[in-house]
């Protein structure tokens, strides 16, 4: 019976890889609710795809195990040189005298459903945008001030969930009616101090949490237990418990998430020079130590990806775009255990590199340096254009110069948009379809801080842009969650 049993497992695990290779070779997305993984895939949904998809476990011309199956040795060094360090006090320094003006954070009441009329919603000045709610960060369940957002489409429910980083936490809140969002729970961060930077990402239901707290780690949690709360208020916000916890790290700056090789890459930690900390997250609950890439030091931010844009010598590598304090540099990470420098490249004006996102053909990028505009030449918030044609030679064709001044921060692309968040001036919407010529022209904007114009640290920390209804949210740190409505037609 052990045999017919052993047998008749292995056929059906055939049968599953037969079905998924061909669904695959057809170009139809597969979805598997049941099976996270099997021997031959794993399956998660995307900031791209709300439904699930397979995606190969193993690779042609890739390797998943690194050169040690823990952080030791080498991998413990920290970062030497990390321009960060001293932003961070700066920052620390001007939060402090706003805590101190009682002014972080600005306590204001909820509010829906308010339209962009004659350049206002209300109180906020904007432009084809309309402001579909505002969450306090009291109801988010906190006291302290938000910073990082991110999103989850449920691919069962098809329910969206804005994801709220605090200084003491984590806030989940469904805005699947987002003129009436529900928030689910709050999660307490594991760190031993109370801190601005956090950061998370999802792979197949399960977010990622890290941030600059001493001996937070990495939390893990399965974003499945708020389907029990869906439609169902509280008074007090729920407390919500971790899945799992990952410790070969300390604090981390960002995390950076591949859903398509189910890896992440913690970056700006006391490990691997403050470069790549790579980790298997194909169990998401059992994320596991691959290796380092710290060859260009410390890396604030990035984006992992499998190539497909024109440069055919890296087709179906998977590559990541640093974004490494005064460069942009690219790196080969398809092999775990010799990971490779494809470029670094410098730039004019250069005062902290910190963040870019692709264009969805891969054929250029925008960054942001977040110091330029209170150090550099202008106060105007400055986009820099980036080809990417040739990955071994990025080249920087033109920037956007916006109307106001404000220090730009966490931007994303989406379709022909790119979304900015920009401290002071909130979220700015770009075109990307003239960047070949160096122009990227403002669409919309939508400014959460009027009470600051200038190049101070205040107002939008980031935006989530991937939710298929078009609405976007938006972190303030000051005030909370914003749920926009972009009008671009």
Request: aromatic share 10%; net charge negative; glycine share 6%.
């Amino acid at each position: 019976p052990r045999q017919r049993s052993s047998r008749s497992a292995r056929l059906k695990k055939m049968a599953l890889s037969i079905c998924i290779a061909t669904a695959l070779a057809l170009g139809a997305p597969a979805s598997f609710p049941r099976y996270p993984k099997n021997g031959t895939h794993h399956f998660t949904n995307t900031v791209r795809h709300v439904d699930r998809r397979a995606y190969p476990i193993d690779r042609v011309g890739h390797n998943r195990t690194g050169v040690s199956a823990h952080c030791v040795g080498d991998c413990l060094q920290a970062s030497k040189k990390s321009i960060m360090h001293q932003v961070m006090k700066e920052k620390m320094k001007a939060h402090n005298e706003c805590v101190m003006a009682s002014e972080c954070p600005i306590n204001k009441k909820f509010e829906s459903d308010t339209k962009c009329v004659d350049g206002m919603a209300g109180e906020y000045p904007c432009n084809n945008i309309d402001l579909l709610s505002f969450v306090p960060i009291a109801e988010l369940g906190s006291t302290y001030d938000a910073s990082d957002s991110w999103g989850w489409t449920d691919p069962e429910t098809k329910d969206e969930i804005a994801i709220v980083g605090m200084m003491d936490g984590t806030a989940f809140v469904q805005v699947t009616d987002a003129i009436n969002p529900i928030v689910l729970g709050f999660l307490p961060q594991t760190g031993g101090s109370t801190v601005i930077w956090t950061d998370m990402k999802v792979y197949a239901d399960h977010v990622f949490i890290i941030r600059e707290s001493s001996n937070h780690g990495m939390q893990v949690f399965d974003l499945t237990h708020l389907r029990a709360f869906y439609g169902k208020p509280e008074v007090h916000v729920r407390q919500l418990v971790q899945d799992s916890h990952y410790t070969e790290v300390t604090s981390s700056h960002n995390v950076v998430i591949n859903e398509e090789t189910a890896f992440a890459y913690l970056v700006g930690t006391k490990t691997c020079r403050g470069g790549l900390h790579v980790v298997d997250i194909s169990t998401p609950k059992v994320p596991k130590f691959v290796g380092c890439f710290d060859e260009d030091g410390y890396t604030h931010d990035a984006e992992c990806v499998i190539y497909s844009g024109p440069d055919t010598k890296y087709t179906g590598k998977e590559i990541c775009f640093n974004y490494n304090e005064d460069t942009l540099t690219i790196v080969d990470v398809s092999d775990k255990s010799n990971m490779k420098m494809v470029a670094r490249m410098e730039y004019d004006n250069s005062y902290y590199t910190h963040q870019g996102w692709l264009t969805e053909d891969q054929t250029h990028l925008m960054l942001n340096d977040e110091l330029d505009e209170q150090r550099g030449p202008t106060k105007n918030t400055r986009t820099l254009l980036w080809s990417i044609e040739e990955l071994d030679r990025p080249v920087l064709i033109g920037s956007h110069y916006a109307d106001v001044e404000s220090i730009d921060h966490n931007l994303y692309i989406k379709g022909d948009y790119g979304y900015l968040a920009n401290y002071c001036s909130g979220l700015r919407i770009l075109t990307t379809t003239e960047m070949a010529d160096g122009k990227a022209p403002e669409k919309a904007f939508f400014d959460v801080a009027p009470y600051c114009d200038t190049t101070d640290f205040k107002g939008a920390w980031s935006n989530y842009p991937y939710f298929k209804s078009g609405n976007v949210v938006v972190s303030s740190i000051e005030l909370g969650l914003f749920m926009l409505k972009p009008n671009l037609e």
